[in-house]
T-cell receptor
Framework: EPEVTQTPSHQVTQMGQEVILRCVPI?????FYWYRQILGQKVEFLVS????????KSEIFDDQFSVERPDGSNFTLKIRSTKLEDSAMYFC?????????????FGPGTRLTVL | AQKVTQAQTEISVVEKEDVTLDCVYE???????LFWYKQPPSGELVFLIR??????QNEISGRYSWNFQKSTSSFNFTITASQVVDSAVYFC????????????FGTGTSLTVIP
């Protein structure tokens, strides 16, 4: 069964460093998403992406964050200058159609630890 | 204000008992979707079910069943004859037509099934 994959599974970085989290969505899906989950807390929406542009973003998704689909398969989340509070599990998701009417399938997550 | 409330933070049951996880949502939209996801100890999010606002039929899938009641804005999830493998955090989520693609997650209910 097709699935969303994410790399790396765990990333450790120093505060102020840039990180790029990578995702490979399900191949026929057109909508892509990033969420984060701070340890022990709920999952929070960051951004949705369709047709090579951001379609929705939350207030968490500030200028430190950016997303890109550099080729036909990868979808990346970049954090330019990491802060301690960016430590969280980051989930990528994809859906075949608009997320309102279709189900988002999640990847296994990347655990980001900022020291 | 919370759009999705999962009042039960933690539940413990003995194996083979039935358990119901509560979810109450809040929306002004007439078109919306409700979801349940499972997050096992390994951390990934696993899709369980999607329900749209126009379909109040209850759903049964094996040991899982869902009770959607618009009158009380609830979308409760029941596991019958619970098993140790059901131990996980369960998240209820809402997406609304008027707020685009983002999902609003509840804070989750941690279920422990004791053998």
């Amino acid at each position: 069964e097709p699935e969303v994959t994410q790399t790396p599974s765990h990333q450790v970085t120093q505060m102020g460093q840039e990180v790029i989290l990578r995702c490979v969505p399900i191949s026929n899906h057109l909508y892509f998403y990033w969420y984060r989950q701070i340890l022990g807390q709920k999952v929070e929406f960051l951004v949705s992406f369709y047709n090579n542009e951001i379609s929705e973003k939350s207030e968490i998704f500030d200028d430190q964050f950016s997303v890109e689909r550099p080729d036909g398969s990868n979808f990346t989340l970049k954090i330019r200058s990491t802060k301690l509070e960016d430590s969280a599990m980051y989930f990528c998701a994809s859906s075949e159609r608009d997320g309102i009417t279709d189900t988002q399938y999640f990847g296994p997550g990347t655990r980001l630890t900022v020291l | 204000a919370q759009k999705v409330t999962q009042a039960q933070t933690e539940i413990s049951v003995v194996e083979k008992e039935d358990v119901t996880l509560d979810c109450v949502y809040e929306t002004r939209d007439t078109t919306y979707y409700l979801f349940w996801y499972k997050q096992p100890p390994s951390g990934e999010l696993v899709f369980l079910i999607r329900r749209n606002s126009f379909d109040e039929q209850n759903e049964i899938s094996g040991r899982y069943s869902w009770n959607f009641q618009k009158s009380t804005s609830s979308f409760n999830f029941t596991i019958t004859a619970s098993q140790v493998v059901d131990s996980a955090v369960y998240f209820c989520a809402l997406s609304e037509e008027m707020t685009g693609n983002q999902f609003y997650f509840g804070t989750g209910t941690s279920l422990t099934v004791i053998p």
